[in-house]
């Protein structure tokens, strides 16, 4: 099921590019996430948004920036792209108003490359 | 003291064994404990929540020790379709943490 999903799934660019990853979700949840995954590094939070107009940074927002355009889309944001965002970037999705409101779905996830 | 720590193995196992992982954590006001599981290159997923009593699904068991600040995971019977990486996770004060992952190959 793609619930979740990610655009693009893979992407490579140069650095000081401006780039967007696109998170969109049909899983009526209202609140979404950005991660990314380095190896050996785990799972980092870079931005969480729990409705439209609400926007938090995470542990390593710094060189990131987010829109939450509706509900179902959450826009991930490289302003001027560097070698040390070369990662694995996850958007993930909850329910506030289910039983469990802290399990988190994911997106297949997109692999960034920055040369 | 790291929030969540684990230790990343590799654990390599033979079909049929019993495995059990481990994780820390260091936030005493943690509410809520998962273990998620993740294949190679791809999204991670929930497996399972952890409750304070114990839970079982199957041949999988989770523990949660609140004194300890200790969190367990236990395969039995362990599959080949269970290799993979185990990521411990908890909830604090802001959106999970998660744990960098524990691999397990179980080996034919």
């Known amino acids: 099921d793609a619930d979740v999903t990610q655009t693009p799934r893979n992407r490579i660019t140069k650095t000081g590019k401006r780039i967007m990853l696109e998170c969109s979700q049909t899983?009526?949840?209202?609140?979404m996430y950005w991660y990314r995954q380095d190896p050996g590094l785990g799972l980092r939070l870079i931005y969480y948004?729990?409705?439209?107009?609400?926007?938090n940074k995470g542990e390593i927002s710094d060189g990131y920036s987010v829109s939450r355009q509706a509900q179902a889309k959450f826009s991930l944001s490289l302003e001027s792209a560097i070698p040390n965002q070369t990662a694995l970037y996850f958007c993930?999705?909850?329910?506030?108003?289910?039983?469990?409101?802290?399990?988190?779905?994911f997106g297949p996830g997109t692999r960034l490359t920055v040369l | 003291r790291k929030e969540v720590e684990q230790d990343p193995g590799p654990f390599n196992v033979p079909e049929g064994a019993t495995v059990a992982f481990n994780c820390t954590y260091s936030?005493?006001?943690?509410?809520?404990f998962f273990w998620y599981r993740q294949d190679c290159r791809k999204e991670p997923k929930l497996l399972m929540s952890?409750?304070?009593s114990g839970n079982e699904d199957g041949r999988f068991t989770a523990q949660l020790n609140r004194a300890s600040q200790y969190i367990s995971l236990l395969i039995r019977d362990s599959k080949l379709s269970d290799s993979a990486t185990y990521l411990c996770?908890?909830?604090?004060?802001?959106?999970?943490?998660f744990g960098k992952g524990t691999r397990l190959s179980v080996i034919a």
């Open positions: 993930a999705t909850s329910d506030l108003h289910s039983r469990s409101t802290d399990t988190q779905y």
């Open positions: 899983k009526g949840h209202d609140r």
């Open positions: 948004s729990f409705d439209v107009k609400d926007i």
């Open positions: 936030n005493s006001a943690s509410q809520s």
């Open positions: 952890v409750y304070s």
């Open positions: 996770v908890v909830k604090g004060n802001t959106p999970l943490v």
